[in-house]
């Protein structure tokens, strides 16, 4: 009677939240947190210590002070809503022009032939340099901006799309001719999903390289709002919370694109289909 009533009720309390493939969520949740806790801890432990000024390398109570006061006072948002603009235009022109291009060279010789040596040459000069020209070309503002943002990123969309292309094996394209698979059947159902690993890879590439070209260039192209514009200003003052704050929103912005998008994307389509775990 008394080990009846003293039984575990372990079955009856309510499972932890767990991932498809069983591990507990919470595991996860911490290990995702962890690098940030021990950079976090660092970057407290060198402040606090007075290495450098404090006006130059502020606590992390600071720099979410001046975070909160930018974002409640709109500032911040702002200027994070004007660079993601800039950003999404300049990133989806580079990302159609960027993935035809890259399929045109690698489903025809012709194109291929024709494209890879000034693409080859042109990728690996460093986007800044041609902020002059286009800002010449273009004028100040905008238009240049975007324009600017998507040249640049689209070299490595262009090269990895190519590559995607060409890694598709060659026993897929011929088993689906065998089963008389037409030119366009073979592209959409052959071609484009063996390739989607390395186009989903492409955009992330070309999303970073779309973000470092374009802080750089909101400060050149004398645009009045960006986080560009803003870390770039808050140099001049030596506001190194405000500039922080900055970089703050661009990792947090790189980081919902890469969770809420780039993810689910890959969930959706290469995980689903088991080319990818």
Not at 2 to 9: E, G, I, S, V, Y
Not at 10 to 22: M, N, V, W
Not at 165 to 193: H, N, T, Y
Request: aromatic residues 10%; glycine residues 10%; proline residues 6%.
């Amino acid at each position: 009677m008394c080990d009846t009533l003293t039984a575990p009720t372990d079955s009856l309390s309510p499972a932890a939240p767990t991932r498809a493939d069983g591990e507990p969520l919470w595991r996860v949740f911490a290990r995702t947190l962890f690098p940030f806790v021990v950079v976090g801890g660092i970057w407290e432990v060198v402040a606090r210590l007075g290495i450098f000024p404090a006006q130059l390398f502020p606590t992390i109570e600071q720099v979410a002070a001046t975070f909160v006061h930018l974002t409640i006072t709109g500032i911040l948002p702002h200027h994070a809503l004007d660079t993601a603009v800039r950003l999404l235009a300049g990133f989806a022109l580079a990302g159609v022009v960027g993935v035809a291009i890259g399929l045109l060279m690698g489903r025809s010789r012709l194109a291929e032939d024709i494209l890879i040596a000034p693409v080859s040459i042109v990728a690996p000069i460093p986007g800044i340099a041609y902020a002059p020209l286009f800002l010449l070309w273009f004028g100040l503002g905008n238009v240049s901006a975007v324009l600017l943002v998507g040249f640049v990123s689209a070299f490595p969309i262009i090269f990895n799309t190519w590559t995607g292309v060409k890694a598709v094996k060659e026993i897929w394209i011929r088993s689906a001719e065998a089963m008389g698979a037409d030119q366009r059947r073979l592209f959409v159902k052959v071609i484009l999903p063996g390739a989607l690993p390395y186009i989903l890879t492409a955009l992330r590439l070309g999303l970073a390289q779309a973000w470092r070209i374009l802080v750089g260039v909101e400060m050149l192209a004398a645009v009045p709002w960006g986080l560009g514009w803003l870390i770039f200003g808050a140099r001049e003052f030596l506001a190194t919370d405000v500039m922080l704050a900055g970089i703050v929103v661009i990792a947090v912005v790189g980081l919902a694109l890469e969770k809420f998008v780039f993810q689910r994307l890959e969930a959706y389509t290469v995980v689903r289909w088991g080319m990818m775990t």
